[in-house]
């Protein structure tokens, strides 16, 4: 339909909700001063019972486990899905040379970022091991330090260019490495089982407070999530870039 | 309300407002890192480091760099038919 | 002003729909469509804070300082990282409507009239 079709019904059905909107607004409460009693129980509970001092990570992992097996899987459809479109649509007949569109000359890489990205991709790939591990202790967990080991593939692909990258980055270790992440964290949860305990419930030994080791199967699971969100991360960058280069039929 | 958390949720509003502004893509991608920065400030000031640190990752690096690469795709991609 | 997180959630959503419906280009409504999703990350963070509270790590201080909710931190950080593959998939689907029709003109793409 038309676009002012379209605004016109937006509009309409906005004023439709307005007085549902104004009556939520004054009848939510206060903003930071209302009772939270969830999170006072975990805030309370979590380092007596699991040994932990990051309560989103007791949250996540532990007592919410189950979402987060199920977000994890999300990750992994939506990984899939795009691997299968952007794979199945290019084919095996790609170069390595940049396509180029009419008219536009290819920029070289410039000194200055090949020597900043140089420097700083190890130390953010370092940062991402040491977030990635520190789960339980320190701000930090799976998802953020995967987030964080792809940002630091993603600056050795700016300082190196692509021929080095693609074979530093191979993408078969990758998806290896992505549905190991999930299966880690699959396997998580039926290996309580094997024990008579219940699905994900924590049963490897705690640990000491504030110690590396601390926390049981927390630590198995943040693994897998760490190792899905990585692999994932850097799968999808591989992918996209690898549709930025010319088809062999161009190249002759 | 203190001016800080004041300060940087009308920050907030302002940069997404500019994400949506913005029209043409490649200068949205830009705008999209900003507002990724805007919002790990934002998230900081209510107290969640955890949720701060996944959106700098995925705001300012993630996101910009899939979509400049999906319009480089655009650009030199020749249609099927 | 206690309502001001509220009201900054709502312009967020609201004026991310309004870009989705004016939008001449995928690529941009797929911004738009993120600028939509942080506006329930704010909203989900203004609903676990608390004056003069810290943060939910117990790290160097004894537990039971005040603290906020660490419930909602653990949907939102999930949900960003959830959303930037999404994100990617819907970039995917975009390559391909080029592929085949050409153009990512959203006004341009009408369905096939008889």
């Keep these: 339909m038309k676009r002012d079709a379209r605004l016109a019904l937006a509009a309409a059905a906005a004023l439709a909700l307005l007085p549902g909107i104004v009556l939520v607004i004054a009848h939510l409460p206060d903003f930071g001063r209302h009772p939270l009693p969830y999170g006072e129980a975990i805030n309370g509970a979590a380092t007596r019972e699991r040994h932990v001092t990051n309560m989103v990570t007791a949250v996540n992992f532990d007592y919410r486990g189950l979402d987060t097996l199920g977000e994890e899987f999300m990750l992994l459809g939506a990984v899939t899905g795009t691997l299968v479109l952007l794979r199945g649509r290019r084919g095996e007949n790609v170069s390595d040379a940049p396509a180029e569109a009419e008219g536009r000359p290819i920029p070289p890489r410039s000194d200055a970022v090949a020597l900043a990205c140089r420097f700083f991709a190890p130390v953010l790939l370092l940062f991402g091991i040491y977030v990635v591990l520190h789960a339980q202790l320190t701000p930090g967990g799976g998802f953020q330090g995967g987030a964080i080991i792809g940002s630091g593939a993603l600056l050795l692909y700016l300082g190196e260019g692509y021929r080095i990258w693609r074979r530093l980055v191979r993408s078969h270790l990758f998806d290896a490495v992505e549905a190991t992440g999930a299966l880690i964290f699959a396997l998580a949860g039926w290996a309580p089982m094997i024990f008579g305990a219940k699905f994900l419930e924590n049963i490897l030994p705690l640990g000491k407070t504030g110690a590396l080791i601390s926390g049981g199967l927390i630590l198995v699971t943040n693994a897998g999530v760490a190792l899905a969100v990585a692999g994932g991360f850097v799968l999808l960058m591989v992918e996209f870039l690898e549709e930025t280069r010319t088809t062999k039929e161009d190249e002759r | 309300m203190t001016i800080l958390l004041a300060a940087l949720l009308l920050f907030a509003a302002a940069s997404g407002t500019g994400v949506v502004l913005t029209r043409k893509p490649r200068r949205q991608a830009l705008a999209i890192a900003v507002n990724g920065v805007v919002l790990a400030l934002l998230f900081m000031a209510l107290q969640a480091p955890d949720v701060a640190y996944s959106e700098i990752a995925v705001g300012t690096a993630a996101v910009p760099l899939m979509i400049l690469a999906v319009l480089a795709s655009l650009k030199t991609d020749r249609p099927e038919q | ?114």
């Design chain 3, 1 to 114: 002003m206690t309502v001001l997180p509220w009201l900054v959630a709502l312009w967020l959503f609201a004026i991310g729909i309004y870009g989705i419906i004016t939008s001449r280009h995928y690529v941009h409504l797929i911004g738009c469509l993120g600028v939509v999703q942080s506006s329930t990350y704010v909203f989900l963070l203004s609903a676990g804070y608390r004056w003069g509270a810290g943060a939910p790590i117990f790290y160097d201080h004894p537990p039971g300082t005040p603290a906020v909710d660490p419930v909602v931190q653990a949907l939102v950080l999930t949900d960003i990282v959830v959303g930037a593959t999404v994100t990617a998939l819907l970039l995917a689907l975009v390559l391909q409507v080029h592929k085949r029709r050409g153009t990512v003109d959203p006004e341009k793409l009408q369905p096939m009239r008889r």
